[in-house]
């Protein structure tokens, strides 16, 4: 790599290159050491130490567990969880991807126009996504009481009555849905408008001078150029999207229609069951998906997206 | 109508993707009231740049209004936009009913003292991995790499297991500690180093300073927007952490705010707890507002470039 090149007088170089300079290797232990030995002492042992819990019949804060072998995973597949679990973490993902990319998509288009107070307008859409899940919940959850809530006002304005979003297990996961694109597609707007400032204008103006009208040149030109960002946001969305915890928790506390991944995790180990075991499977299938979409990731188009 | 066109040329500042690009000025917005259609500039220019902007503001400055709200004017069919008689009753409630003052304060000392730390790990790191001579030096950038995409979610379990056995629950270093290694800032502090001109250092390596003195007095210096950007997306992450805190405190007088807001919420739960609550979001919510509004463009930058991680 590039470093190699610092020292002229340097010749063994590579990977194995045995540092001549012995201070250099104390260096790099103490600056490094304390970083890596953290990294690997809270991410990479509890990843091991999941498959083994998982493993375990285990109440947690009992002394004494019982191995079972993979009986977790057969209970878990099994008894229905799954299913459940399964398709509405696909639902809550996919929902959540498609919207917040699509509407994302479309305030990029409106933040990329010369207009004034776009600078502003670009700030104010993204804040959302810096801002507390659990905070964020709350506001909405008042907002969405089907009596008092201002939603529930706006709707009686017009005649209407305000769905039971609190009871209804799907009305409840739409509500989770929509709050989470609200909170996030200020990212995706953010990255589409670096995505279509970085595009080729030569090719924008050639088009428009064809004769091109707004709507061809954006399903023709626009969208195909913004296949690499598209890609990434898909990814990087879907990833956030599966650890999404805090909004959940907070609007529908007894995950009603809300069982997603994640969620599950925390309530079969931590909240009602005490079940260490169990949600030690559940963190470690989840684990698998979202390194099965990191690996999709990185060797389908390591080059195209924004890092390194 | 043409905007769409045109605007793809001008560059916006902070460009996110291009690391700790600084922001120029804006660039003026030469003559659009001159071009001959006004009407369409403004279909398609302000009204969906001003919809998508109320969308997010409304809920907020909905939040920030009923918090001043008295409880008739929360539990009515009727729309009250200001509040009559605005007053801070429902922060006092928040207060009585919840040691909101202590939370507040944890939060405060667990993020000041997390993001420096994490900061500092994460200048140190980056540095050696850049500047520093090692072998298997891309094998243990890789390993930060995927810890970078190992969510801190699946790791909740074996990490209260073990901050349990040492019996930290409900204590500062029990927060703290096991989020206090950064994959984030490491990656990227080393992509800013790696771009910074190796004769820069090369000078101060034969006059004999020392890696320490190289870092701190040329590497650092040169360094601040980056530095500033990852410290500022460490702060916002530390401060809304929620998940892990959650988890390691029951005692009210060790939560962060967004643990302290479960616990309001379970007290002061039905419609007439609506105003405590929104002032206990107001609470969570608009430090990190005020933060975002005066540095926005290094907190953008760094998150957009950063992607899932934090």
Same mark, same amino acid.
């Not at chain 2, 302290?260 to 002061?268: A, D, H, K, P, R």
């Given at each position: 790599?590039?470093?190699?090149?610092?020292?002229?007088?340097?010749?063994?170089?590579?990977?194995?290159?045995?540092?001549?300079?012995?201070?250099?290797?104390?260096?790099?232990?103490?600056?490094?050491?304390?970083?890596?030995?953290?990294?690997?002492?809270?991410?990479?042992?509890?990843?091991?130490?999941?498959?083994?819990?998982?493993?375990?019949?285990?109440?947690?804060?009992?002394?004494?567990?019982?191995?079972?072998?993979?009986?977790?995973? !057969?209970?878990?597949?099994?008894?229905?969880?799954?299913?459940?679990?399964?398709?509405?973490?696909?639902?809550?993902? !996919?929902?959540?991807?498609?919207?917040?990319?699509? @509407?994302?998509?479309?305030?990029?288009?409106? &933040?990329?126009?010369?207009?004034?107070?776009?600078?502003?307008?670009?700030?104010?859409?993204?804040?959302?996504?810096?801002?507390?899940?659990?905070?964020?919940?709350?506001?909405?959850?008042?907002?969405?009481?089907?009596?008092?809530?201002?939603?529930?006002?706006?709707?009686?304005?017009?005649?209407?009555?305000?769905?039971?979003?609190?009871?209804?297990?799907?009305?409840?996961?739409?509500?989770?849905? =929509?709050?989470?694109?609200?909170?996030?597609?200020?990212?995706?707007?953010?990255?589409?408008?670096?995505?279509?400032?970085?595009?080729?204008?030569?090719?924008?103006?050639?088009?428009?001078?064809?004769?091109?009208?707004?709507?061809?040149?954006?399903?023709?030109?626009?969208?195909?150029?913004?296949?690499?960002?598209?890609?990434? &946001?898909?990814?990087?969305?879907?990833?956030?999207?599966? $650890?999404?915890?805090?909004?959940?928790?907070?609007?529908?506390?007894?995950?009603?229609?809300?069982?997603?991944?994640?969620?599950?995790?925390?309530?079969?180990?931590?909240?009602?069951? $005490?079940?260490?075991?169990?949600?030690?499977?559940?963190?470690?299938?989840?684990?698998?998906?979202?390194?099965?979409?990191?690996?999709?990731?990185?060797?389908?188009?390591?080059?195209?997206?924004?890092?390194? | 109508?043409?905007?769409?066109?045109?605007?793809?040329?001008?560059?916006?500042?902070?460009?996110?993707?291009?690391?700790?690009?600084?922001?120029?000025?804006?660039?003026?917005?030469?003559?659009?009231?001159?071009?001959?259609?006004?009407?369409?500039?403004?279909?398609?220019?302000?009204?969906? @740049?001003?919809?998508?902007?109320?969308?997010?503001?409304?809920?907020?400055?909905?939040?920030?209004?009923?918090?001043?709200?008295?409880?008739?004017? =929360?539990?009515?069919?009727?729309?009250?936009?200001?509040?009559?008689?605005?007053?801070?009753?429902?922060?006092?409630?928040?207060?009585?009913?919840?040691?909101?003052?202590?939370?507040?304060?944890?939060?405060?000392?667990?993020?000041?003292?997390?993001?420096?730390?994490?900061?500092?790990?994460?200048?140190?790191?980056?540095?050696?991995?850049?500047?520093?001579?090692?072998?298997?030096?891309?094998?243990?950038?890789?390993?930060?790499?995927?810890?970078?995409?190992?969510?801190?979610?699946?790791?909740?379990?074996?990490?209260?297991?073990?901050?349990?056995? @040492?019996?930290?629950?409900?204590?500062?270093?029990?927060?703290?500690?096991?989020?206090?290694?950064?994959?984030?800032?490491?990656?990227?502090?080393?992509? $800013?180093?790696?771009?910074?001109?190796?004769?820069?250092?090369?000078?101060?390596?034969?006059?004999?300073?020392?890696?320490?003195?190289?870092?701190?007095?040329?590497?650092?210096?040169?360094?601040?927007?980056?530095?500033?950007?990852?410290?500022?997306?460490?702060?916002?992450?530390?401060?809304?952490?929620?998940?892990?805190? &959650?988890?390691?405190?029951?005692?009210?007088?060790?939560?962060?705010?967004?643990?302290?807001?479960?616990?309001? $919420?379970?007290?002061?739960?039905?419609?007439?707890?609506?105003?405590?609550?929104?002032?206990?979001?107001?609470?969570?919510?608009?430090?990190?507002?005020?933060?975002?509004?005066?540095?926005?463009?290094?907190?953008?930058?760094? &998150?957009?470039?950063?992607?899932?991680?934090?």
């Amino acid at each position: 790599m590039a470093d190699v090149a610092q020292a002229p007088k340097q010749r063994r170089r590579g990977w194995f290159a045995i540092p001549r300079n012995r201070k250099d290797a104390v260096w790099f232990v103490a600056l490094a050491l304390p970083n890596l030995v953290l990294i690997g002492l809270f991410t990479y042992r509890p990843l091991i130490m999941n498959i083994r819990f998982s493993l375990l019949n285990w109440t947690l804060g009992s002394a004494t567990a019982i191995e079972i072998g993979l009986d977790n995973y !057969v209970r878990w597949f099994t008894s229905g969880d799954a299913g459940i679990v399964l398709t509405t973490t696909a639902i809550f993902a !996919v929902a959540t991807v498609g919207g917040s990319m699509a @509407l994302g998509l479309l305030v990029a288009l409106a &933040l990329n126009q010369k207009v004034r107070g776009r600078t502003i307008a670009r700030a104010t859409v993204f804040a959302p996504y810096v801002l507390s899940g659990v905070g964020v919940g709350l506001v909405w959850l008042f907002i969405f009481d089907p009596i008092y809530g201002l939603l529930a006002w706006v709707l009686r304005t017009f005649g209407a009555e305000s769905p039971r979003w609190f009871n209804d297990p799907q009305l409840s996961l739409a509500m989770v849905i =929509i709050v989470y694109i609200w909170k996030n597609l200020g990212y995706c707007a953010v990255v589409y408008l670096a995505g279509l400032q970085g595009m080729n204008s030569d090719l924008v103006e050639a088009a428009q001078i064809d004769g091109a009208g707004p709507f061809k040149r954006f399903w023709y030109l626009t969208l195909p150029l913004l296949s690499p960002t598209t890609f990434f &946001l898909t990814i990087t969305t879907i990833l956030s999207s599966l $650890q999404a915890f805090d909004l959940i928790k907070i609007m529908t506390p007894t995950s009603t229609g809300t069982r997603v991944l994640i969620y599950e995790a925390y309530v079969q180990g931590f909240l009602a069951y $005490q079940r260490a075991g169990y949600s030690a499977a559940i963190s470690v299938i989840l684990f698998v998906i979202l390194l099965v979409l990191t690996v999709v990731q990185i060797t389908v188009a390591e080059r195209r997206v924004h890092y390194a | 109508m043409s905007t769409t066109a045109t605007a793809a040329t001008t560059g916006t500042p902070g460009t996110p993707g291009t690391g700790a690009a600084p922001a120029g000025p804006a660039t003026p917005d030469r003559g659009w009231f001159s071009r001959r259609n006004l009407v369409a500039t403004i279909l398609t220019g302000y009204l969906p @740049l001003l919809l998508s902007t109320l969308v997010v503001a409304l809920p907020l400055l909905w939040m920030v209004l009923s918090s001043f709200k008295g409880t008739s004017e =929360i539990i009515t069919l009727d729309l009250h936009v200001l509040p009559s008689e605005p007053g801070l009753h429902n922060y006092q409630e928040a207060f009585r009913s919840v040691p909101f003052g202590r939370i507040f304060l944890n939060s405060v000392f667990v993020t000041v003292v997390g993001a420096t730390v994490k900061v500092f790990l994460a200048i140190i790191t980056a540095y050696a991995l850049v500047f520093v001579r090692f072998p298997f030096k891309n094998v243990i950038f890789i390993a930060i790499l995927v810890a970078l995409m190992v969510p801190s979610q699946v790791a909740i379990l074996p990490n209260y297991i073990l901050i349990a056995g @040492l019996g930290w629950l409900n204590t500062y270093q029990g927060i703290i500690v096991p989020s206090l290694g950064t994959a984030f800032g490491t990656f990227l502090l080393r992509q $800013q180093f790696l771009a910074l001109p190796r004769s820069m250092l090369e000078a101060a390596e034969v006059e004999g300073a020392s890696h320490w003195r190289r870092l701190w007095s040329i590497v650092v210096p040169v360094s601040v927007p980056s530095i500033a950007t990852v410290g500022l997306v460490t702060i916002v992450a530390e401060w809304n952490d929620y998940i892990w805190p &959650l988890i390691i405190t029951t005692d009210p007088n060790l939560m962060t705010l967004p643990v302290g807001l479960t616990l309001l $919420q379970n007290s002061e739960s039905g419609p007439q707890g609506y105003g405590v609550m929104m002032a206990g979001a107001v609470i969570v919510l608009v430090p990190v507002l005020l933060v975002f509004a005066m540095l926005q463009r290094y907190i953008v930058a760094g &998150l957009t470039q950063g992607s899932v991680a934090n």
